[in-house]
C-alpha cells in the first residue's frame, strides 16, 4: 500500500452543475474517501466566467483563478478537473498545460477527446500523468473502468447503446404518449432536457462523440470521430413507432461500434432493436451500454446518462483511482501502439433493414417493389401494406408499405431504393432504419 | 507508468472448467494482454487433484505440483490463483500461505471469504499483497470493481440482485413453461445447472455468501455471513408465479443489503419484484445487480452470473490490475476500519408483504384475516379470493386468498398470521413473500 499523507489538492475549472455537484460531494464524502485512499482530497482552487453566481456551494472559501489555464499550471493544485466543455479554446488549452506540468487531469468533456483525445493521451503518457474521463461517457455508469479495466481479457465483438438521454426521452414519449417528435422534443426542452439549439443531441453528434471514445477502449483502434456515420431522430415519426411495435420492436437511437469483416464498423442511427432486448427496456433519459465479448458473451450497463451528482460520481471514481496512484494508458492501450487501420465504410454495413415506403394506390406497385428488392437478392422478412387512420395521405391517395429484409448490405438496399424511386410509385423519400441483432 | 519488463508468473491451484479456461484466454490474449500492462503475463506452474483429467488445454509444458499449499508458497511465481474451491481445508491453507510469502492472490471462491474474508483481507494488508476476487460475486459482471472503485464517490442506500442462476433458471422455467418446482429442477440438473445436491444454490446459501461480500464492498461494513436472513424458493408454487404476475411483479431469488433506521440488513428469500423493474427482465441463468446510492441514483448491471470463460473474463481482470500494480484494500477500505456494528434483525424490515393463505370456506373467514390485520394496523394493498382450477384443495375445501399489504414490519405480519392461524381458518401454512419496492 503506498503511504501518502499530504492531501491531493484538486483544482476545478468550471462551476455549472456538474461542478458544482463535484465540490459537493468531495465534502460529502471526504472521511470516507480519505479512509479508502489514506489520503485527503482536497478542492483548494477553482476557476469559472462568473465568480458571483449563485450555485449553491460556498466558494467564496476558495482561491479563485480567473484563467483556466493558469489554475492548469498552478503549483497550487495536484490534479486539475477540466469541466469547461468545447472540443477546443481554453479547454483544450488548459488540459494541455495541466498535462504539461506534470499534473492528471479528469475531464468530462467528449468532444475534446473526441477531437484531441489521441494527443492528450500520448503527451499524458509522456508525461506519467493520468488523463481520466469516466464521466464523458454515459454520465453515471462505470463504462471507461468496464471496458478499459473490467474487461481486460475480452476480445470485444461489439458495444452499442442508449448514450444520449434527450433522444432516449423524446422517442419514448413519442412511443408512450403517441406525440409528435415536435410535441416531446419541445417538452424535453421545457425541461431542461434538451437545449435551446437540440441539433448537437437529436442529431447524433453528442451520441457519436461517446461512441468514438467506446470504439478506442473496445477495439484499440485509434479515434477517428470523422469515420461515424451519423443519422439523427428527426426523421422517425408516430407511423414508425406503431410499425415497429407491431413489428416486436422499438425504435432507439444507437451507438454502435462492431468488429466486422470489412473492419470496425462505427455509427449512430435511429435502430430498431428486439422489444424482448434488455436495450429496448431503457426508457426516458436513462442510458445504457452493452458489450458483446469472447468470454463474457454479455454485459448490459444501465443507469443516469446525465445530470450533475451522477456525473460528479463518476469524476470523483476518476479522482480517487488517481489519487490512489493508479496510472492506466488513458485508453486502455499506449497510444502507440494503437491501431490506426481504416474505419469500414457504412456501405459495407450488413444488417436487417426496416423500410417504410409512402407508396401510390395503383395495381402492381407492391409487385414491382418486391421485384426490385428481389433483383438484388434482398430477402423479405415481411411486406404489409395496409390502409390506416392518419397514415395514408389524402392530397397523394398514397398507403404506407413496410418492409422488413433479412441481412444484406448498405449499398444493396440503397440501389434497390434508388430503383424503386426511379419506377415513380412512391410519393415521398423512403424510410430507412436499420434493425440491430441481440 | 510503471516500468517492468519480467513477466508475472502465475500458478493456478483447481483446474476444472474455470481453471482451464483462464489458461486459455491468457493464453488467447496475451499479446494484448502484455500491450495493455507492459510486462508478459505467464502461467508457470500449476496444481490440481488429476494430473491426467483430460481439459481441453495442454497442461504437460506446466511444471506441476502435487500440493496446492507447496505452490502458494512457492518462489516459481509470483501470483496464486486459487480455484480449488470450499470454506477452508486446502484453498484457505493455500491462500494463507501465499498471502503469507508476500504474494497476491486472486479467487473465485465466494465461501471462503464469506468464512475467512476479514482475516485474509487484514494478512493481504500486512503484507502489501493484492487479495482480488471479481469471480467471487455474479461471475462475469465487474459488480466488485464497480462497488470498490467505481462508485467510490458514493454513499449507498441498497445494493440488490440476482446472484444465483440456478435459482433464476427453475423460477423462469416455472413461470414461462407453467412447470413445477421439481419438474424444473430436475431439468436444471439434466444441464448441468444445478448440482445433483442442489441445497446450496436452491436454498439461497450460495446467494448469501456472495451478499456478504456485496455488503462489505457497499457499506464498509465487516463481514458477517451469519447474520443473512436466508429463505430459499423451494417453496415458492406455481399458484405464487401467477398470482404474481396478476399482480404486476415477477418472484426472483434476491439477495438485499440495505441502510435502514436499525441498521444494514442483509437479507436473502424470493422476492416479489415490478414486472417493469429491470431486474425483473433478467430470465434464466443470467445474473443481475442494482446499486442505489445518493449521486449515481441507480445503476443495474445484468450479465452471466457462471461460466469458464464469463468466470475467466473477471480472473483475468484481477490479473491484469495486479500486474499494473494497482494494490487497493480488497473490500475497498482497510478493514481495520470496518464498522462491526451489528447488523439489522430480520424481525425490523420494513416493507409490502404478499401473503397466499388457503383458506375454509366458510362465511366470515376473509373478514375474520381481515380484522387481525386491521388489529395490527397493517394495510391492504388488494385482497384476492376466488376459486380457481388446481388451487382450491379437494380434500379440504379451503380456496387461496392472497392478500398485498402496504409496508409494514415482519414481526407485525408475523403476530397477524400467527392469530390468523390460531382462528383456525386456515388449512396450510401460510406462503408469505417480500416485496421489493424500485
Redesign the interface.
Known amino acids: 500500500?503506498?503511504v501518502v499523507t499530504s492531501p491531493l489538492r484538486i483544482g476545478i475549472a468550471g462551476l455549472g452543475t456538474v461542478g458544482a455537484?463535484v465540490i459537493s460531494?468531495?465534502d460529502?464524502?471526504s472521511a470516507?474517501?480519505a479512509?479508502?485512499i489514506?489520503r485527503e482530497i482536497r478542492v483548494t482552487a477553482v476557476s469559472a466566467r462568473d465568480k458571483g453566481k449563485e450555485r449553491g456551494i460556498d466558494v467564496a472559501r476558495l482561491p479563485w483563478f480567473e484563467d483556466a489555464v493558469a489554475l492548469a499550471g498552478s503549483r497550487e493544485i495536484d490534479l486539475f478537473v477540466e469541466l469547461i466543455g468545447g472540443e477546443g479554446g481554453m479547454a483544450l488549452e488548459a488540459v494541455e498545460a495541466a498535462l504539461r506540468s506534470g499534473k492528471s487531469v479528469v475531464t468530462a468533456n467528449k468532444a475534446l477527446l473526441a477531437k484531441h483525445g489521441m494527443r492528450l493521451a500520448a503527451l499524458a503518457?509522456e508525461k506519467?500523468a493520468a488523463l481520466a474521463f469516466?464521466a464523458s461517457v454515459a454520465g453515471?455508469?462505470?463504462i471507461v473502468?468496464?471496458l478499459r479495466?473490467?474487461?481486460?481479457?475480452?476480445?470485444i465483438e461489439r458495444v452499442y447503446g442508449i448514450l444520449n438521454g434527450t433522444c432516449n426521452y423524446i422517442l419514448s414519449r413519442m412511443e408512450l404518449e403517441g406525440l409528435s417528435f415536435e410535441q416531446c422534443l419541445r417538452e424535453a426542452q421545457a425541461l431542461g432536457y434538451a437545449e435551446a439549439d437540440p441539433t448537437f443531441d437529436i442529431g447524433g453528434f453528442d451520441t457519436a462523440h461517446k461512441l468514438a471514445i467506446l470504439t478506442t477502449l473496445a477495439f484499440?483502434t485509434a479515434i477517428d470521430a470523422g469515420a461515424i456515420a451519423i443519422e439523427g431522430i428527426e426523421r422517425v415519426t408516430l407511423a414508425d413507432l406503431e410499425a415497429a411495435a407491431e413489428l416486436g420492436y422499438r425504435i432507439k437511437l444507437l451507438g454502435v461500434a462492431a468488429r466486422t469483416a470489412a473492419g470496425i464498423e462505427q455509427r449512430v442511427h435511429p435502430t430498431m432493436v428486439p422489444r424482448s432486448s434488455?436495450i429496448a427496456?431503457v426508457m426516458g433519459v436513462t442510458n445504457a451500454v452493452t458489450i458483446d465479448?469472447?468470454?463474457?458473451?454479455?454485459?448490459?450497463?444501465?443507469?443516469?446518462g446525465a445530470?450533475g451528482?451522477?456525473t460528479?460520481?463518476a469524476?470523483?471514481?476518476d479522482?480517487?483511482?488517481i489519487a490512489?496512484g493508479?496510472?492506466?494508458?488513458p485508453f486502455?492501450?499506449?497510444v502507440a501502439?494503437l491501431a490506426t487501420a481504416p474505419y469500414a465504410p457504412m456501405q459495407l454495413h450488413e444488417g436487417g433493414y426496416y423500410i417504410r415506403l409512402s407508396v401510390y394506390d395503383r395495381p402492381g406497385a407492391a409487385a414491382a417493389i418486391a421485384t426490385r428488392m428481389a433483383e438484388r437478392s434482398i430477402s423479405l422478412e415481411s411486406i404489409v401494406q395496409r390502409r390506416r387512420k392518419g397514415s395514408g395521405s389524402e392530397a397523394t391517395g398514397a398507403v404506407p408499405v413496410v418492409l422488413i429484409t433479412y441481412a444484406t448490405h448498405e449499398q444493396t438496399i440503397r440501389q434497390a431504393l434508388d430503383a424503386v424511386v426511379a419506377d415513380g410509385y412512391i410519393a415521398e423519400k423512403p424510410q430507412v432504419i436499420r434493425i440491430e441483432r441481440e
Open positions: 500500500m503506498q455537484a460531494l468531495l460529502r464524502q470516507d474517501l479512509g479508502r489514506g503518457e506519467g469516466e453515471g455508469i462505470p473502468k468496464t479495466e473490467g474487461l481486460a481479457g475480452n476480445s484499440g434488455a427496456q465479448a469472447d468470454a463474457v458473451h454479455e454485459l448490459t450497463l444501465v443507469g443516469p445530470g451528482a451522477a460528479a460520481s469524476i470523483v471514481a479522482i480517487a483511482d490512489r493508479v496510472r492506466t494508458a486502455g492501450r499506449p501502439t
